[in-house]
């Protein structure tokens, strides 16, 4: 019996005839050309039933997948980027048939509204199961970044005194690499009733909050010395200072298990705080050593 090879390392796209699965492919393209892997675009059609065993109406369900996927194709050849492009169409939900990739991927990327937007699903479950499941890095996408008049597009991330934040940095300081972006670590805690009544005791708190930033930060500076590395303590949650900050930001890099919890940055508030903006937000992967 002849074995079938694992799939190689990849960065997966999740494909579903929209616009901003598109824009994922895109925003992926230098991903994989940065680990020099190929890009994989993945198009899940759903089973429904009795439905999936018409063979007319899985023709016409292959007939759009296939659209689907040349479209996406098309986008990424117009970037002329050195990346080789594969594509899967497998029978599996959107969820499941990238939670499997994700076994082998170096990345998994999806569109901000989620998959089967185009077929008038609710898709945003799909962003948040892939997120909180996924063995890779996942990237839910909003768009290219388009610089705006302070010219920044800054990587933030958070470091918050969590087991994992050594690791995140150094997502974030990768990211921050390829992209030729400048990187802003932000310490947050939560505003308390002191906070409230003494504005010069918060002040302090957040002085030494950021000259304890500022230290650990210093091992990033030193190995990465055309690096913008800026170090920011703000008094309030994480989710708060990015919507102040949304249009400032292209790419939000977070813990998988961050102790204000995954669904505080994709989450329903997250996402308002988004709506609009074209801040993309990387959720690192679990568990495993850089």
Same mark, same amino acid.
């Given at each position: 019996m002849?074995?079938?090879?694992p799939p190689t390392p990849a960065v997966v796209v999740g494909i579903d005839g929209s616009r901003r699965a598109i824009d994922a492919a895109l925003w992926a393209v230098a991903e994989a %050309? !940065?680990? !020099? *892997?190929?890009?994989?675009?993945?198009?899940?059609?759903?089973p429904d039933g009795a439905k999936s065993r018409d063979p007319q109406t899985h023709a016409q369900d292959f007939g759009t997948a296939e659209c689907s996927i040349r479209?996406? %194709?098309?986008? %990424?050849?117009?970037?002329?980027?050195?990346v080789k492009v594969e594509a899967e169409i497998v029978r599996s939900t959107a969820a499941s048939a990238l939670l499997e990739a994700s076994r082998t991927a170096d990345m998994l990327c999806v569109g901000a509204i989620g998959l089967n937007s185009a077929a008038?699903?609710?898709g945003g479950s799909t962003a948040a199961a892939v997120?909180?499941?996924?063995?890779?890095?996942?990237?839910? %996408?909003?768009?290219?970044? *388009?610089?705006?008049?302070?010219?920044?597009?800054?990587?933030?991330?958070?470091? !918050?005194?969590?087991?994992? !934040?050594?690791f995140v940095v150094a997502r974030a300081v990768e990211e921050a690499r390829m992209r030729s972006a400048p990187l802003r670590v932000v310490s947050s805690r939560r505003l308390t009733f002191a906070d409230v009544h003494d504005a010069q005791a918060a002040e302090e708190g957040r002085r030494l909050a950021r000259a304890s930033l500022e230290r650990s930060l210093g091992r990033w500076r030193a190995v990465n010395p055309g690096m913008v590395i800026e170090a920011e303590a703000v008094?309030?949650?994480l989710v708060d200072y990015i919507a102040r900050n949304a249009d400032d930001i292209?790419?939000?890099?977070?813990?998988?298990?961050?102790?204000?919890?995954?669904?505080?940055?994709?989450?329903?508030?997250?996402?308002?705080?988004?709506?609009?903006?074209?801040?993309?937000?990387? *959720?690192?992967?679990?568990?495993?050593?850089?």
């Open positions: 002849r074995e079938t090879p %050309v !940065d680990r !020099d *892997v190929p890009l994989r675009l993945v198009y899940a059609i759903e479209q996406a %194709v098309t986008a %990424v050849e117009s970037t002329n980027q050195p008038g699903r609710r997120s909180a499941r996924a063995r890779c890095p996942v990237a839910i %996408v909003r768009g290219g970044w *388009v610089p705006t008049a302070s010219g920044a597009g800054w990587i933030v991330t958070a470091a !918050d005194g969590d087991p994992d !934040d050594t008094t309030g949650d292209q790419l939000i890099v977070v813990g998988h298990d961050r102790r204000h919890g995954l669904a505080d940055i994709t989450g329903p508030t997250a996402n308002a705080a988004l709506h609009g903006t074209r801040c993309s937000i990387l *959720v690192a992967e679990p568990h495993r050593a850089l």
